[in-house]
T-cell receptor, first 114, second 111 residues
C-alpha cells in the first residue's frame, strides 16, 4: 500500500459548524503533514507531526486543530472557520521528517466555507 | 528563509523539450524536490537532488548546482498529459520536515 487516503473528498460547512478531515497511510511513515492550497498557489505547510508528536505549527489559527491518534492516522478538526479558509487541504506523509525524504500526498479535501 | 523563483508559465508543443528553471536562496539546504501537480489533484513526486549533477528518470531529468543555488527540470518528448504545474521545493536544514515550495510553473503542451 503506497498511498495516502483522505476523507471526505469534498466538504461544505457553515461558519458555525464543527467538522473533521481525516488522513490515513499504511506505509509505516513516521512523519505526517497538513497543507493548505489555494487555487493557482503552491501548498502551504500548516502542521508537521513526527512520531505522533506535533513538531511544527506554522502559526496556524486555533480554529484549526490537528490530532494524531496513532502512527497511521492524522485528523484536522475545524471549528468556526471563515470563508477565506476555503481551499484544498492536503495531507502528506514521509518516512521521517528529516530532510531528503519524499513526501507522499493524499488526494486532498476540497473545503468550502459558507 | 528561502526565496524560490521559477517561471510562471511555459508553453511547448507535443514532442518537444522544455526546461523549467528554479533558483533558490537559503541559509541551509538539504535537497531540492520537483513535484508535478495536475489541476485539482495532489502533487506527485518527480525527483530529488541533494548533490550536484544530473538525475535522469525516463523522459524527466533534474539538475542541481548547489554553489549557484540553481536547479532545472527537463521534460523530453512532451506529451499532452504533461500539461500540469511543476513545483520546485527546497528542504531546508533548519526546519526538519518543512518543504518550501516555489510558486509553480504551469506547463501547457499544445498539439
Amino acid at each position: 500500500d503506497t498511498e495516502v487516503t483522505q476523507t471526505p473528498k469534498h466538504l461544505v460547512m457553515g461558519m458555525t459548524n464543527k467538522k473533521s478531515l481525516k488522513c490515513e497511510q499504511h506505509m509505516g511513515h513516521r512523519a505526517m503533514y497538513w497543507y493548505k492550497q489555494k487555487a493557482k498557489k503552491p501548498p502551504e505547510l500548516m502542521f508537521v507531526y513526527s512520531y505522533e508528536k506535533l513538531s511544527i505549527n506554522e502559526s496556524v489559527p486555533s480554529r484549526f486543530s490537528p490530532e494524531c491518534p496513532n502512527s497511521s492516522l492524522l485528523n484536522l478538526h475545524l471549528h468556526a472557520l471563515q470563508p477565506e479558509d476555503s481551499a484544498l487541504y492536503l495531507c502528506a506523509s514521509s518516512q521521517a521528517n528529516s530532510g531528503g525524504y519524499e513526501q507522499f500526498f493524499g488526494p486532498g479535501t476540497r473545503l468550502t466555507v459558507l | 528563509g528561502q526565496n524560490i523563483d521559477q517561471p510562471t508559465e511555459m508553453t511547448a508543443t507535443e514532442g518537444a523539450i522544455v526546461q523549467i528553471n528554479c533558483t533558490y536562496q537559503t541559509s541551509g539546504f538539504n535537497g531540492l524536490f520537483w513535484y508535478q501537480q495536475h489541476a485539482g489533484e495532489a502533487p506527485t513526486f518527480l525527483s530529488y537532488n541533494v548533490l550536484d549533477g544530473l538525475e535522469e528518470k525516463g523522459r524527466f531529468s533534474s539538475f542541481l548546482s548547489r554553489s549557484k543555488g540553481y536547479s532545472y527540470l527537463l521534460l523530453k518528448e512532451l506529451q499532452m498529459k504533461d500539461s500540469a504545474s511543476y513545483l520546485c521545493a527546497v528542504s531546508p536544514t533548519d526546519s526538519w520536515g518543512k518543504l518550501q515550495f516555489g510558486a509553480g510553473t504551469q506547463v501547457v503542451v499544445t498539439p
